[in-house]
């Protein structure tokens, strides 16, 4: 006979809870959450559209708190993250933070996220899906320790044109300082807080990292603090069409992590995604760096790209071909939507060589359900610039003070 | 001769003076390269060497018998004209019972006074494995092909492999798919009833591997003896004059001979890179040498976790390397004797050759279960040679040696080896003398290497032999891991030229030649 365990009640509740849940749950008014990472979030809390337009708008809360996050620490972390990820982390100083992705030995992501240099010796990586055992045997040979601190931290993405002077009014002087990709270390009721200017709108932002405990004040502060510019919360369905704007990656929507793969051919470089920027060949080895060295050199096959699309509906899903015949397939779209701000028919897509050239025209090949009846249209589709929006305002120092 | 080395260093630096780091500076320096070769031990030849163990008395230090190097490769090389002399070849394998009595392997009278059926059984089952041994050594001789390249090469050694399965006929194809991926503790219950006979081709079949007879994959650890053995021609289980040392002396004076440079006492501290290359390597001195190929003797986990360094390496090829399964369980005993044991029931010429003691399949099996739990086996298996018979000069005039290959002893067993090695040698001594009576009290001196004396002495991860297990996860086209099995290595310029990589350990010297040709076809003179 064995010794007998208390039974685990996790299944009773299979989704954990964030912090500011209880807060989010008295303001939806739709019952519409949806599992992130492990935790119950609302998806929309009053409508997509009115919670867009506070992001373009005016100021918004968004729970962020089920992102997972590492904390990274040793003699060797600058090393080791140095290893991991594809950009030169020993130009990142402290209090700054930098958008990363990692890539396996033949070059295809892994996952994109952020670091945050909170010390010489002392990073947070935050990542869209947990990543410990790739960190951990990342971790063989180097004196440094990974640890997982997503419950530890409640965060909070605070965007929008009025998000600095918001956010001032509740407690964080001194913030219009911040310039984007910094973070501060700030103290609001004598609750510590850290502020960083970064986020997943293109817009005028900042995230909020606190104490857990902490977490329901600050969000009845900043509830407060905001009610004359408008504050609001929003769900992953507003954040999801200012990030298409910005024109950031979703991971499993625009690339689906070499992790997950199982069909040969899925896997995509950050030189097949546009994040050839993110890709320093002149720092030391890093993982994938001689797969991406080879595919450097001979050129990619395909591209992620921008789309600007004749008419306003939406290219969801949309194969494109060469011409409007729809005989040769040159590409899919991966996000697509009709942007309010920018007035485009606008969508991300991985398209072939060498028809991803900016200038190139493409059509889509656009299904529209009217009614229960199928049509189909053929759109011309022109590979644009990414982002399709990018107000000075996000990155002006100190941001309009109003 | 070689060249001289330039400006830029060596053509070819080698680390590690095992046989096979070797066997690739006498290559590659007959191939008109430039070779520096660094021991960090203060005499060359690694496992492979002969050393006095008490005073007066000399014993090869890990494998005492030479059975595995190609007759073409010891010939291609001209060890006899570099000394290389046998005080016996042709050993018998006698197995010893506990009742006293011996059974010479391949005696088919002795084997028909055991078992009639037995002795029909034999000629057939052995001609057979043999004929599979010769088809696997196709496969040892060459390094493994690579798959899903377009390379013709590669295409080419699959399309022979597959013709020479073909070729064995439709019936012995069969057979040998049947049993390849079996244990050979089934295999041998099939064919033979007498224990004695199951025993010692059960233990054969484990020698060196952290197996038992009855682990899938062990026919193929048989057969790959047997194919090392087949190419090693008829003088198979031979004992080198002055022990393996004396082979490994050959093969320096080999490489001397044809201008590679050999350094003892000169232990690197890391491999140098540069612009992503292997450059060089760093002694612990502090001295830098510069070399235009790096090949690495040691380890596959040696060279690249700690010679390297894993920040010159993928998290997915460093995770590979870590799980590479290296923890040895094989022990060596060395006795200083007053005089020639007396093993019942065995004859002088038995006495000279291989003694083994795994009375039955079962035995050998048990003495394993032991090491899965972190235990040294209570009776454990061995592998007894007297040295001394053949080759007097190992001792004082009159005196002996034994050497025993003693299974199983776990690298890490549960209380340390500080604790646990008294305890062990007497367990391993009671087995002597319950099968050589009188043996204990003939003993001047003993001298135990478990497996983490073998790593801390010979530098290799986990004391283990082969370097790596032999298993089919860790075999071929995938040892030690899926990107470096091929000699080189992710890091251009570096190479493996030792037992991590294909065909693994055993005195055998083709990883070095391999290894060679590869840096003789990339790096120009």
Same mark, same amino acid.
Not at chain 1, 155 to 183: D, N
């Given at each position: 006979?064995?010794?007998?365990?208390?039974?685990?009640?996790?299944?009773?509740?299979?989704?954990?809870?964030?912090?500011?849940?209880?807060?989010?749950?008295?303001?939806?008014?739709?019952?519409?959450?949806?599992?992130?990472?492990?935790?119950?979030?609302?998806?929309?809390?009053?409508?997509?559209?009115?919670?867009?337009?506070?992001?373009?708008?005016?100021?918004?809360?968004?729970?962020?708190?089920?992102?997972?996050?590492?904390?990274?620490?040793?003699?060797?972390?600058?090393?080791?993250?140095?290893?991991?990820?594809?950009?030169?982390?020993?130009?990142?100083?402290?209090?700054?933070?930098?958008?990363?992705?990692?890539?396996?030995?033949?070059?295809?992501?892994?996952?994109?996220?952020?670091?945050?240099?909170?010390? !010489?010796?002392?990073?947070?990586?935050?990542?869209?899906?947990?990543?410990?055992?790739?960190?951990?045997?990342?971790?063989?040979?180097?004196?440094?320790?990974?640890?997982?601190?997503?419950?530890?931290?409640?965060?909070? *993405?605070?965007?929008?044109?009025?998000?600095?002077?918001?956010?001032?009014?509740?407690?964080?002087?001194?913030?219009?300082?911040?310039?984007?990709?910094?973070?501060?270390?700030? !103290?609001?009721?004598?609750?510590?807080?850290?502020?960083?200017?970064?986020?997943?709108?293109?817009?005028?932002?900042?995230?909020?990292?606190?104490?857990?405990?902490? *977490?329901?004040?600050?969000?009845?502060?900043?509830?407060?603090?905001?009610?004359?510019?408008?504050?609001?919360?929003?769900?992953?369905?507003?954040?999801?069409?200012?990030?298409?704007?910005?024109?950031?990656?979703?991971?499993?929507?625009?690339?689906?992590?070499?992790?997950?793969?199982?069909?040969?051919?899925?896997?995509?470089?950050?030189?097949?995604?546009?994040?050839?920027?993110?890709?320093?060949?002149?720092?030391? @080895?890093?993982?994938?760096?001689?797969?991406?060295?080879?595919?450097?050199?001979?050129?990619?096959?395909?591209?992620?790209?921008?789309?600007?699309? *004749?008419?306003?509906?939406?290219?969801?899903?949309?194969?494109?071909?060469?011409?409007?015949?729809?005989?040769?397939?040159?590409?899919?779209?991966?996000?697509?939507?009709?942007?309010?701000?920018?007035?485009?028919?606008?969508?991300?897509?991985?398209?072939?060589?060498?028809?991803?050239?900016?200038?190139?025209?493409?059509?889509?090949?656009?299904?529209?359900?009217?009614?229960?009846?199928?049509?189909?249209?053929?759109?011309?589709?022109?590979?644009?610039?990414?982002?399709?929006?990018?107000?000075?305002?996000?990155?002006?120092?100190?941001?309009?003070?109003? | 001769?070689? /060249?001289?080395?330039?400006?830029?260093?060596?053509?070819?630096?080698?680390?590690?003076?095992?046989?096979?780091?070797?066997?690739?500076?006498?290559?590659?320096?007959?191939?008109?390269?430039?070779?520096?070769?660094?021991?960090?031990? /203060?005499?060359?030849?690694?496992? /492979?060497?002969?050393?006095e163990f008490a005073p007066g008395f000399r014993v090869?230090?890990?494998?005492?018998?030479?059975?595995?190097?190609?007759?073409?490769?010891?010939?291609?090389?001209?060890?006899?004209?570099?000394?290389?002399?046998?005080?016996?070849?042709?050993?018998?394998?006698?197995?010893?019972?506990?009742?006293?009595?011996?059974?010479?392997?391949?005696?088919?009278?002795?084997?028909?006074?055991?078992?009639?059926?037995?002795?029909?059984?034999?000629?057939?089952?052995?001609?057979?494995?043999?004929?599979?041994?010769?088809?696997?050594?196709?496969?040892?001789?060459?390094?493994?092909?690579?798959?899903?390249?377009?390379?013709?090469?590669?295409?080419?050694?699959?399309?022979?492999?597959?013709?020479? &399965?073909?070729?064995?006929?439709?019936?012995?194809?069969?057979?040998?798919?049947?049993?390849?991926?079996?244990?050979?503790?089934?295999?041998?219950?099939?064919?033979?009833?007498?224990?004695?006979?199951?025993?010692?081709?059960?233990?054969?079949?484990?020698?060196?591997?952290?197996?038992?007879?009855?682990?899938?994959?062990?026919?193929?650890?048989?057969?790959?003896?047997?194919?090392?053995?087949?190419?090693?021609?008829?003088?198979?289980?031979?004992?080198?004059?002055?022990?393996?040392?004396?082979?490994?002396?050959? &093969?320096?004076?080999? !490489?001397?001979?044809?201008? *590679?440079?050999?350094?003892?006492?000169?232990?690197?501290?890391?491999?140098?890179?540069?612009?992503?290359?292997?450059?060089?390597?760093?002694?612990?001195?502090?001295?830098?040498?510069?070399?235009?190929?790096?090949?690495?003797?040691?380890?596959?986990?040696?060279?690249?976790?700690?010679?390297?360094?894993?920040? @010159?390496?993928?998290?997915?090829?460093?995770?590979?390397?870590? @799980?590479?399964?290296?923890?040895?369980?094989?022990?060596?005993?060395?006795l200083a004797l007053d005089r020639l044991?007396?093993?019942?029931?065995?004859?002088?010429?038995?006495?000279?050759?291989?003694?083994?003691?795994?009375?039955?399949?079962?035995?050998?099996?048990?003495?394993?279960?032991?090491?899965?739990?972190?235990?040294?086996?209570?009776?454990?298996?061995?592998?007894?040679?007297?040295p001394t018979?053949?080759d007097p000069g190992l001792a004082p005039a009159g005196r002996h040696v034994?050497?025993?290959?003693?299974?199983?002893?776990?690298?890490?067993?549960?209380?340390?080896?500080?604790?646990?090695?008294?305890?062990?040698?007497?367990?391993?001594?009671?087995?002597?003398?319950?099968?050589?009576?009188?043996?204990?009290?003939s003993?001047l001196a003993?001298?135990?290497?478990?497996? !983490?004396?073998?790593?801390?002495?010979?530098?290799?991860?986990?004391?283990?032999?082969?370097?790596?297990?032999?298993?089919?996860?860790?075999?071929?086209?995938?040892?030690?891991?899926?990107?470096?099995?091929?000699?080189?290595?992710?890091?251009?310029?570096?190479?493996?030229?030792?037992?991590?990589?294909?065909?693994?350990?055993?005195?055998?010297?083709?990883?070095?030649?391999?290894?060679?040709?590869?840096?003789?076809?990339?790096?120009?003179?």
């Amino acid at each position: 006979m064995t010794a007998t365990r208390p039974p685990l009640p996790h299944f009773r509740k299979p989704l954990l809870e964030t912090p500011f849940h209880e807060r989010a749950r008295e303001l939806q008014q739709n019952d519409h959450f949806v599992a992130w990472a492990g935790y119950s979030t609302v998806d929309v809390f009053t409508s997509v559209e009115q919670e867009y337009f506070a992001v373009r708008n005016a100021t918004t809360l968004y729970d962020l708190t089920p992102m997972v996050k590492y904390r990274v620490a040793g003699p060797d972390a600058e090393r080791y993250l140095n290893r991991l990820v594809t950009r030169d982390v020993r130009k990142l100083k402290v209090g700054r933070v930098s958008y990363v992705v990692w890539c396996n030995d033949s070059g295809h992501i892994i996952d994109d996220g952020t670091i945050f240099r909170l010390g !010489a010796r002392d990073f947070r990586v935050c990542t869209a899906e947990r990543q410990l055992d790739w960190f951990s045997d990342s971790a063989i040979g180097f004196d440094v320790t990974v640890e997982e601190v997503t419950a530890d931290i409640a965060a909070l *993405a605070v965007q929008g044109p009025t998000s600095c002077y918001v956010l001032k009014r509740f407690g964080l002087a001194g913030l219009e300082r911040l310039k984007p990709f910094e973070l501060g270390e700030f !103290a609001v009721a004598g609750r510590p807080l850290m502020a960083s200017r970064t986020g997943f709108t293109g817009d005028l932002g900042y995230e909020l990292w606190m104490r857990p405990e902490h *977490a329901p004040a600050v969000w009845d502060e900043l509830m407060a603090a905001g009610r004359t510019r408008g504050i609001r919360p929003i769900g992953s369905q507003a954040l999801n069409m200012a990030r298409i704007e910005a024109g950031f990656l979703l991971p499993n929507v625009d690339f689906v992590s070499a992790e997950h793969t199982v069909r040969v051919d899925r896997d995509r470089t950050p030189l097949e995604l546009g994040l050839g920027w993110l890709v320093d060949f002149d720092k030391p @080895h890093f993982n994938g760096r001689r797969a991406l060295l080879a595919q450097r050199e001979q050129g990619v096959k395909r591209l992620l790209v921008g789309l600007d699309v *004749a008419g306003n509906k939406p290219a969801h899903n949309a194969l494109l071909y060469a011409e409007e015949a729809g005989r040769r397939e040159v590409g899919s779209v991966t996000s697509a939507m009709w942007s309010p701000t920018c007035k485009r028919n606008i969508a991300l897509a991985l398209v072939d060589a060498p028809y991803h050239a900016t200038g190139t025209t493409v059509w889509a090949d656009i299904y529209l359900n009217r009614e229960l009846v199928w049509e189909r249209r053929m759109a011309a589709a022109r590979v644009v610039e990414r982002p399709f929006f990018a107000p000075e305002r996000r990155r002006a120092t100190p941001p309009a003070d109003r | 001769m070689a /060249a001289a080395p330039a400006g830029a260093g060596y053509d070819a630096i080698i680390i590690g003076a095992g046989h096979n780091g070797l066997v690739c500076a006498a290559t590659l320096a007959r191939g008109g390269r430039s070779v520096l070769v660094l021991e960090a031990g /203060a005499a060359v030849g690694g496992c /492979a060497v002969t050393r006095e163990f008490a005073p007066g008395f000399r014993v090869s230090a890990a494998a005492h018998l030479l059975h595995q190097m190609p007759a073409a490769l010891i010939a291609e090389l001209g060890l006899a004209a570099q000394g290389l002399e046998y005080a016996a070849t042709a050993l018998p394998t006698t197995a010893l019972d506990a009742g006293g009595e011996a059974l010479e392997i391949g005696d088919l009278a002795a084997l028909g006074r055991r078992s009639a059926a037995d002795a029909r059984a034999w000629p057939e089952f052995d001609a057979r494995l043999r004929r599979f041994a010769r088809l696997l050594h196709g496969l040892l001789a060459a390094p493994p092909p690579r798959l899903g390249t377009e390379a013709w090469s590669d295409k080419l050694a699959l399309a022979t492999l597959g013709l020479r &399965l073909r070729l064995l006929g439709r019936r012995e194809m069969r057979e040998l798919l049947r049993i390849i991926g079996m244990n050979a503790y089934d295999l041998v219950s099939d064919e033979f009833e007498s224990g004695l006979l199951r025993g010692a081709l059960g233990f054969d079949a484990v020698l060196g591997t952290n197996f038992g007879p009855r682990a899938p994959g062990t026919v193929l650890t048989m057969l790959y003896r047997l194919a090392a053995e087949s190419a090693a021609g008829p003088q198979a289980l031979a004992q080198p004059k002055g022990g393996m040392g004396a082979l490994t002396q050959a &093969l320096a004076r080999a !490489a001397t001979a044809a201008g *590679a440079t050999i350094r003892t006492s000169a232990p690197v501290a890391r491999i140098q890179v540069a612009a992503d290359r292997a450059a060089g390597v760093v002694l612990e001195s502090g001295e830098e040498i510069a070399g235009r190929a790096v090949i690495s003797n040691a380890d596959a986990k040696t060279t690249f976790l700690r010679l390297l360094g894993t920040e @010159h390496l993928d998290t997915g090829f460093v995770r590979r390397v870590d @799980h590479f399964r290296s923890r040895g369980v094989a022990a060596k005993l060395h006795l200083a004797l007053d005089r020639l044991p007396t093993f019942a029931d065995t004859t002088a010429r038995a006495l000279g050759g291989r003694l083994l003691v795994a009375p039955s399949a079962d035995y050998v099996e048990r003495a394993w279960n032991h090491s899965k739990y972190l235990e040294w086996s209570a009776r454990p298996a061995l592998e007894i040679t007297l040295p001394t018979v053949n080759d007097p000069g190992l001792a004082p005039a009159g005196r002996h040696v034994l050497s025993a290959i003693v299974q199983y002893a776990p690298y890490a067993p549960e209380g340390g080896w500080a604790a646990q090695r008294q305890p062990f040698t007497d367990a391993v001594l009671g087995v002597l003398e319950a099968h050589a009576p009188g043996l204990r009290a003939s003993v001047l001196a003993t001298e135990l290497l478990t497996p !983490a004396d073998l790593e801390r002495e010979f530098r290799m991860s986990g004391g283990h032999w082969h370097h790596g297990e032999l298993a089919f996860d860790q075999f071929y086209m995938v040892r030690p891991v899926p990107g470096a099995a091929q000699h080189a290595t992710p890091l251009a310029g570096l190479y493996l030229c030792g037992a991590s990589c294909h065909p693994g350990g055993g005195v055998m010297g083709l990883a070095g030649r391999n290894a060679a040709r590869r840096v003789l076809a990339e790096v120009a003179r």
